[in-house]
C-alpha cells in the first residue's frame, strides 16, 4: 500500500479559477521510504499538492490517502498531520520559542506527550539534524541552514512517517542549502518517506524518483536520469536541466557518443575523460 495515495485530485482556490484550477487531475502514489522530488515551474501547482498531503486542503474531486486515511475524514486530521511533517521555506515563519530545544519541543507539548519523552524526543530530534550542540542558543542567532534544521527537528519531534519539504532551500546560502540537503538525505536514509519540492534541479538528483509538474498536472516522471535526460518534457515544464546534464546533451548533439545522461559533474567527467 502506498503511504500517500493521491487520485485524480483537484483542487481550484477560488469558483472564478475553477476554469483552469490549481491541480487538474493529479493521481501520485508514493511508498513508504520513498524520496520523490517535485519540480515546476512557478505557480505550476507544487504547493498546493503539498498542502494536500497534511490535510491543510482536501481535493474539490478525487482522494488523498494518507497511511490510509482519507483526508477529507475530519476524525483522523490530526493523526494525518502527525503522520505527514511539513517544512516551508522560510524557517524564520516556523520557528516558535526564544530557545532551539524548546521550540523543538513545541510540538510534542502540545499534543500532550508526556515530558520524560518530550526530553527524549527533543534529543533525538536535534541529534538527527546535527544541532545538540545548539540545544540552548537562541534561534535568531543561527544561520539560515541551521534555523531550517531546527525547523526540521521540531517536525521530527512529531515522529512523522512522511516529511514535506516546500522549497526549504530557497532562502538559504549555498553552505545552509548543503546543510539541510544532507539532512533530506540522512532522513531518508533512515527509512522516513520524503517529498522534496524544489526549483533547484540539482536537488531532484537526490531522489528515488522525479514528478514533473506543469499547469496543475503531472507533464512526466521517472528516475531523475530518465526525467534529466527528456529535454522535450522538461522545456515543456519551462525548466531547464542542470548545467551538467544541459552540456551532456551539448556534447551529444555535437556528435559525441556517451551512453547513459550523468547524474553528477563527476559522472560527466568521467564520461569525457572516457571520449576517445
Ligand atoms: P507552485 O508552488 O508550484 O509555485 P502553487 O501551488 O502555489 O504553485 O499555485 C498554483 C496555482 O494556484 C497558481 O496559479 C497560483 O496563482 C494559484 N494560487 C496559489 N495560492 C493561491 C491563493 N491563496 N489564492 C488563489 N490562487 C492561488
Ligand atoms: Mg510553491
Known amino acids: 500500500m502506498a503511504i500517500i495515495d493521491a487520485k485524480k485530485i483537484t483542487y481550484a482556490y477560488t469558483s472564478e479559477s475553477s476554469i483552469s484550477p490549481a491541480l487538474c487531475g493529479i493521481t501520485l502514489a508514493v511508498r513508504k ?10 505557480g505550476s501547482g507544487k504547493s498546493t499538492l503539498a498542502k494536500h ?52 519541543a513545541f510540538g510534542p507539548e502540545n499534543i500532550g506527550v508526556p515530558p520524560k519523552q518530550i526530553r527524549e524526543r527533543v534529543d533525538k530530534a536535534l541529534q538527527q539534524v546535527n544541532m ?3 540545544a540552548d542558543r537562541a534561534p535568531h542567532m543561527l544561520s539560515g541552514g541551521q ?26 546560502d549555498p553552505e545552509g542549502r548543503q546543510e539541510v540537503l544532507a539532512t533530506i ?50 522545456s515543456e515544464a519551462g525548466l531547464g536541466a542542470p548545467p551538467h546534464i544541459a552540456l551532456y546533451h551539448r556534447l551529444i548533439k555535437k556528435g559525441y557518443n556517451m551512453d547513459a545522461c550523468p547524474l553528477t559533474t563527476q559522472e560527466l567527467v568521467e564520461k569525457i575523460c572516457q571520449l576517445s
Open 132 to 134: 545538540s550542540a545548539y
Open 53 to 104: 498531503i497534511n490535510a491543510l486542503f482536501v481535493p474539490d474531486t478525487g482522494d488523498v490517502m494518507i497511511n490510509g486515511m482519507d483526508t477529507k475524514d475530519e476524525s483522523r486530521i490530526w493523526d494525518i498531520r502527525r503522520c505527514a511533517g511539513m517544512v516551508f521555506q522560510n524557517p524564520d515563519n516556523q520557528l516558535v520559542a526564544t530557545i532551539v530545544e524548546e521550540d523543538v
Open 185 to 234: 538525505d540522512e532522513l531518508h536514509k533512515s527509512g522516513k518517506t520524503i517529498v522534496l519540492i524544489t526549483h533547484y534541479m540539482e536537488e531532484a538528483l537526490l531522489a528515488d524518483r522525479v514528478v514533473v509538474m506543469t499547469g496543475g498536472r503531472i507533464t512526466a516522471q521517472g528516475k531523475p536520469r530518465e526525467v534529466f535526460a527528456d529535454q522535450q518534457a522538461l
Open 147 to 172: 534555523k531550517q534544521r531546527v525547523a526540521i527537528a521540531g517536525v521530527l519531534a512529531m515522529q512523522p512517517d512522511i516529511i514535506v519539504f516546500d522549497e526549504p532551500t530557497a532562502m538559504l
Open 33 to 42: 521510504g520513498e524520496f520523490v522530488a517535485v519540480i515546476g515551474h512557478n
